[in-house]
């Protein structure tokens, strides 16, 4: 990988009731797939929108490409492409019109021919998009993004209420796009995504960066390997802390909506110690689960709550 594509330091951005972006700093090298990891509202559309020149920051700098917004605009503009949240394309123009359209905003970029064949979508050319199922409409939403042929792609959430299929489809565009050597900058709130599709990500929370890094190295900053989650019968509550990290293997203990939640080294030693303490004690599980640890373990860790909790 090269430099970088991307750098921002001390990014801030108020509204009247919220700072939606609190003094973030951020560097995306060139060629990777970076991922901004958080929970609706942590900040990651607004510092996705400032990083693409939708709106202004009211503090720090940031620098695309080694370009700067309000000096270098149009020239920042031709080598990005951006997918937003939710894209409104018209919806009596079929596919075909929708990319043509697109492709006669850049001096250069794909034909169209070749980037339906990207997304898959040649054979709904003349397709109107109303039409269109909601995994094709978000591919055709990223057609137009990859129709400049950008050094930078922005996604920002591609996959949010699509079914798995779709997901996989989308999964496959951008890891094409990542192979030529392209730059994505992706946001998300599902961790498997970020799992799968990202070389490093930065976990996002009240528009602050709470951990960086790969995925694997986020992941083993817990210190453990397996998750155990149980919950026990209406009106019963669990053990005290001190007496399940006392069991063997376990690591960390944490209560969230109802269930108990041990991070452990050993599962195959610390589950029977955990089903024969609650038994000792009397207790009943109602739910028992089991799981490697995820980035959505290591975002509990550092906040207490899920990625998806509102």
Not at 8 to 25: N, S, T
Not at 171 to 181: I, K, L, M, T
Not at 238 to 257: F, K, M, S
Not at 297 to 310: S, V
Request: proline share 3%; aromatic share 4%.
């Amino acid at each position: 990988m090269g430099g970088s594509a991307i750098i921002c330091r001390g990014l801030v951005k108020r509204y009247k009731d919220v700072v939606a972006v609190a003094g973030l700093d951020l560097e995306v090298r060139s060629g990777e797939c970076f991922g901004l990891l958080g929970p609706n509202g942590a900040g990651k559309t607004t510092t996705v929108e400032i990083l693409e020149g939708l709106i202004a920051p009211d503090e720090g700098e940031v620098e695309v490409l080694g370009m700067r917004w309000a000096s270098d605009d149009h020239a920042i503009r031709e080598r990005i492409g951006v997918q937003l949240q939710e894209t409104k394309l018209a919806d009596k123009l079929t596919v075909e019109e929708i990319v043509t359209l697109f492709r006669s905003f850049y001096r250069r970029g794909h034909a169209v021919d070749e980037v339906l064949d990207i997304v898959q979508l040649g054979e709904k050319r003349k397709t109107w998009v109303s039409r269109l199922s909601g995994g094709q409409r978000q591919r055709l939403a990223i057609a137009c993004a990859l129709v400049s042929d950008p050094d930078i792609l922005f996604l920002d959430e591609p996959t949010t209420g699509l079914d798995p299929q779709s997901r996989r489809q989308l999964w496959d565009v951008v890891a094409a796009f990542r192979a030529r050597g392209g730059t994505i900058l992706l946001t998300t709130h599902y961790m498997d995504e970020a799992e799968r599709l990202c070389d490093r990500v930065a976990v996002v929370d009240h528009g602050k960066t709470i951990a960086f890094g790969t995925p694997k190295e986020l992941i083993a900053s817990l210190g453990a390997e397996h998750v155990i989650e149980f919950a026990l019968q209406e009106g019963q509550a669990p053990p005290e802390d001190a007496a399940l990290l006392a069991l063997p293997g376990v690591h960390e203990v944490r209560a969230n909506a109802g269930r108990t939640t041990l991070t452990v080294e050993e599962l195959h030693r610390s589950l029977p110690a955990v089903i024969a303490e609650l038994e000792r004690r009397g207790l009943g599980m109602t739910e028992l689960s089991t799981h490697h640890a995820t980035l959505e373990d290591l975002f509990l860790h550092l906040t207490g709550r899920h990625l998806r909790d509102e």
